[in-house]
């Protein structure tokens, strides 16, 4: 049967994901950077950005487990309201005790729920839609986590700069509440599976059936995860830490507008994650796997034009401006080559092993983005006046990695139809 794609559920997830992820782009912009302005060290920095993602990274292939094993719908609420209670929570203890402590501890908490969070809204999409609307799905999914990041920097970053932290976390707070509440009303079919042990046996073999599934069914995931991980670890890490230093701390830019030219740039960021995911949408069709190679290295050869801006320039809105667009453009291929490999890994996993599958694929796509964060907050540090060096070092080992990404994807000889390195920081 051929299922529309806005059904009345689908429509709910997509609201929900509006809201939830608005807050969560938000609250995740702000308080990095409160960090940041309190400090000005980009180790420190980078630093708490890599600890961050450590509970995200242990709590995927939970949340993933998880999602095989209960209503996907209760999930989503009770970690949208326990996410608004942790930014109630900081709000009140905020200016008590250690505030780096405190910054860390609330960023784990978050990108650990998000963590856990993302599994189940993935894996609603199959039960959701039919398979010839999983790419559609996926791009509508991915162009709505977009646009809530372009906004959730923008009016983040106007609200920061004028009237600092606290108006940004109450306003993250709502976010959260009301998108737990609005996904009261959504109907995710659900079949309970059978388990046999207690609840680490059983989690544990879960958890070892997908990586079986990965290894030896389809291999070609496994090829998938290397090239982000390489992605995240040498270009995403340098974007996540860079940006927010380079336009706040290094830019010959007035203090009173860096962090909203900040703002800005997150907001053009997401853009770009907007475009790729409506064009992926708009191109499924024409999207092969042995092309998915020419994204990465699209993505790699962006990065050029900054390190050289920063040579030849002197003019920080100059500097901002090549660094956005460049962000903008790694964003678009970026996503394109998100979608097309979300959407087939949906399309070749059976429906009992989807959640722990994506979250295998999440965690492990994550594992080196704290690496990443960290490696780049010292570089950054170390090499104060020379910044590009920096870049361009990124630059370079990302291309080496994309021209044999290259070389892998050629390989393929099938066609996705019907199928983020991440870099929001």
């Keep these: 049967m051929n299922q529309k794609l806005f059904s009345k559920d689908f429509t709910l997830v ?11 782009a938000t609250v995740r912009f702000a308080l990095p950077l409160y960090l940041l302005n309190l400090t000005g060290s980009s180790a420190l920095y980078g630093t708490v950005t890599a600890c961050a993602f450590i509970p995200a ?38 200016h008590e005790g250690n505030l780096v402590l405190l910054v860390t501890f609330t960023l784990m908490l978050l990108y650990g729920i998000a963590g856990a969070y993302q599994p189940s809204v993935q894996a609603s999409i199959p ?3 039919s398979q010839e609307k999983f790419m559609a799905a996926n791009s509508v999914i991915n162009a709505i986590s977009s646009f809530a990041s372009l906004m959730g920097p923008v009016l983040g970053g106007v609200l920061y700069s004028a009237y600092g932290l606290e108006p940004v976390l109450w306003v993250c707070m709502v ?23 207690g609840i680490l046996k059983t989690a544990g073999r879960d958890f070892s059936k997908s990586i079986r599934f990965i290894r030896k069914e389809k291999p070609v995931i496994g090829k998938v995860l290397l090239v982000i991980c390489g992605i995240n670890l040498f270009l995403a890490a340098m974007i996540l830490v860079g940006l927010p230093y380079l336009v706040t701390e290094v830019l010959s830019i007035a203090p009173s507008q860096a962090n909203r030219l900040y ?11 907007l475009v790729g995911g409506i064009g992926a949408g708009i191109f499924a069709d024409r999207l092969a ?45 970026s996503t394109v080559f998100t979608v097309q490999m979300m959407s087939f890994v949906q399309r070749e996993t059976p429906q009992d092993l989807i959640g722990k599958v994506i979250a295998v694929i999440l965690t492990v796509s994550m594992c080196a983005q704290p690496l990443g964060t960290a490696l780049y907050g010292i570089l950054f540090e170390i090499c104060k006046g020379f910044e590009y060096a920096v870049v361009l070092f990124s630059g370079v080992v990302s291309l080496m990695i994309a021209i044999g990404t290259r070389r892998i994807f050629k390989s393929f000889s099938f066609r996705v139809f019907a199928i983020k390195p991440d870099i929001n920081p």
Excluded: H, W
Excluded at 263 to 273: D, H, P, S
């Design 14 to 24: 997509v609201i929900g994901q509006i809201i939830s992820l608005f807050g969560n």
């Design 57 to 94: 990274i242990l709590l995927s292939p939970i949340g993933g487990i998880v999602a095989d094993r209960v209503n996907k719908r209760n999930i989503m609420v009770v970690l949208d309201f326990t996410t608004a209670a942790v930014v109630l929570a900081f709000t009140l203890l905020r």
């Design 127 to 129: 039960v959701l839609t």
């Design 175 to 197: 976010c959260f509440a009301g998108s737990a509440v609005m996904e009261l009303f959504i109907k995710i079919p659900f079949r309970k599976q059978t388990s046999e042990g």
């Design 263 to 273: 703002g800005f740039a997150e907001g053009i960021l997401a853009a770009g994650g």
């Design 289 to 333: 796997i042995p092309k998915a190679g020419n994204l990465v290295i699209a993505c790699a050869v962006c990065v050029f034009p900054m390190g050289g801006a920063l040579v030849l320039f002197s003019s920080g809105m100059i500097n901002y401006m090549v660094i956005t667009a460049c962000c903008f453009a790694v964003m678009v291929f």
